[in-house]
C-alpha cells in the first residue's frame, strides 16, 4: 500500500487525477472503477479541464461505477447516475454507451445486479478502480458486516451512511434506504486501486482502515490485502497516521 500525503484537497485532487490520467494514456483501452461522493469531486474536475486542453483522452475508456441508490432513475438528481454526468460524463469525450451505474430503478434488483456483476466480469475486471471512503470504513456501499460480500448486490445503508449522505437530500428521510454496490469480490478483482479521503473527519477511519486489523467490520480494512492500492491523503485525513 502506497501513501501520497498532499498539502491540500486541490493537490489531492490533482495527484489523483495524474494517477487517472497515466492509467488512460499508457492503457487504452482502459476500464476504470468510479466513485461518486464529495471526495472525488475535484478529481473529476481536473479530468474535465485537462480533457478540454488535450491532455487525456476518454475515447477508449469504459467506466463502471460503484453503486446507485434503490428506486432512483438516472434522471433523478439525487441519483448517482446523474452526479456522474454532470461531474464528468457531460464534460468529456466518452462515449455515454460505454458509461455504466448500476440500475437502480429496474423491475427486478436482484437480476440488475446479476447482469452488472456480469457486465464487469466480460469487460475483463478493472484497470483502475477509484473508491472514496465512509466515515465507518465502508467503500463502495459496502457496509460494516460479518462478511466480506462477493459480488454485486442489494445492500440496506446503515443510519450512519444515511445520516452521512442525508447532507445531499431535502431530508434524512428521502434518503432512500437500499443500494445496489459492487461487492468488495468485484473491487478487490481490479488491477490496481486509488483510494482518496480528505478532510480531519476521516482521519480516524484511515488509520482504522489501513493500520488496524483486516476484518469486515471495517469493510475498507480488506484493501491491505491488494497487491496494488494507492492512497491519495491530504494532511488532515492523514493527521493520525
Ligand atoms: C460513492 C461511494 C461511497 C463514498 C463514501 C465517501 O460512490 O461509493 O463509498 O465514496 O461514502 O463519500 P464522501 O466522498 O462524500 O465522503
Known sequence: MRFIITDSYEAMSRSAADIIEAQINEDSPCTLGLATGSTPIGTYQFLVEDCRQGKVSFANVETYNLDEYCGLSPESPDSYHYFMNANLFDFVDIDKANTHVPEGDGSDAEASCEAYEQ???????MDLQLLGLGNNGHIGFNEPAADFPVSTHIVRLTESTIDANSRLFESADDVPREAITMGIGTIMKARKILVVANGVGKAAIVKEAFLG???????????????????VLDREAASQL
Open 213 to 231: 486489523p483486516v476484518t469486515p467490520e471495517v469493510p475498507a480494512s480488506v484493501l491491505q490485502l491488494h497487491p496494488d492500492v494507492t492512497v
Open 119 to 125: 457486465a464487469i466480469e466480460d469487460a475483463g475486471w
